[in-house]
């Protein structure tokens, strides 16, 4: 267990030292958001109905920003391999990665969420709603990015076929995050939504562990 | 050599390996047999191998043909140390926060990261940005990540690389202790390695596939 908690320590380290890193994604994410009411036009009633979609794209496309630094600094100077020989199984080290990937990409998104919520003229009950459906969904966005970061950690320029990887795997995280704030059914769609990013956050550290020791050096 | 023996027995043999990258064998037919307290050097022109072939050993690449051993390894534990060329040193941790890392998730069987700092010639750099080591304080550190936990098998690649005359002392120095103990050690080296006692230690050459 102290493995786990020191594997945990060293990524919160790293991410926090970063310095831009968790600014960058932020800003990403505020951007994409804020530059569609120039789009389509200053018509609140569109941007309204349209917000929840907008949040979601732009959290998804956040998150991709943020997978290139799961795995692939550790692969370029050698701490990748170490860490397969390691005493604290694959599946927890990378179990512990997930963790602070989603606490330092997804947190600061739900933080900013509000900024957005101005921005489209959203009304507090779908704000509300927005945030509890992001809080649930992107768990599941995180673990799928995992799995994408780790099958392709070991190509060279792999960071650009990771998300192709990881779309499919998105695409019902998005149907039922937007679902879960905009559908009639919005309650049946939040509990899928959890329970898909239960499922996600189970297995993804053991697909992910498997597909990094399978891959050769 | 009065030194306490740590490790249990553990003999390490392999025959008929071939080893390689991408499908094409660097090396073929190697075969040797290691017992505990003896040092393996692998000798060889650049290209032929070694550390492809310390990557196999490590289990990090399959071998293309050919098998590796090791006879009374405990299999619920890990019992090889691997410091390949790369330092595997990250920038924005201090010197102490990195290896104190390792020490929790290899076990801190071994020194005390202090200890060990202190062993390896950084004792005064524990809080340093790990970012700032020269390239010889950072060989410096990875082979600090062997002694805080003790595991029987070293597989090392150039571990004198970057390092000053005084470092190279200290690589034979490590590895006279860790032999001492009972322990293994193959190690790739291009440099001329002179242990206390000159019988623990065997050659491999390696020669290019033809």
Known sequence: MSGFAAMLRRELRLSLRGGGDVLTLVLFFIIVGAIV????????TLLAAIAPGIVWIAAFLAMLLGLERLFRPDHEDGALVLLRQAELPLSAIVAAKLIVHWLVSAVPLLLATPVLAVLLAMDLDSFGRTMISLALGTPALAAFGA???????????????????????????????VGSITSPQSGAATLFLAALSLMAVALAPFAAALAISSAED | MTDRQVFSPLRLSASGLSCGRGGIALSTDIGFELANGHALLL??????GKTTLLLTLAGVIAPLAGSFAAEG?????RWLHYC???NAIKARLTVLEDL????EINGPTGMAPREALAEVGLGTLDGLDAGFLSAGQSRRLALARLLVSLRPVWLLDEPTAALDTEGHALVTRLLDRHLGMGGLAIAATHDPITLSDPTRLGVLQLERAP
Request: aromatic share 8%; no cysteine; net charge positive.
């Open chain 2, 43 to 48: 000798r060889g022109p650049n290209g032929t």
């Open chain 2, 73 to 77: 390894a405990d299999p619920d534990t």
């Open chain 2, 84 to 86: 390949g060329h790369r």
């Open chain 1, 37 to 44: 009411p120039f789009a389509v036009g200053p018509d609140r």
């Open chain 1, 147 to 177: 799995i994408g970061a780790a099958v392709t950690v070991s190509i060279r320029r792999g960071g650009l076929i990771a998300p192709i990887l990881i779309a499919p795997l998105s695409i019902p995280v998005l149907i039922f995050g």
């Open chain 2, 100 to 103: 104190s890392f390792w020490a």
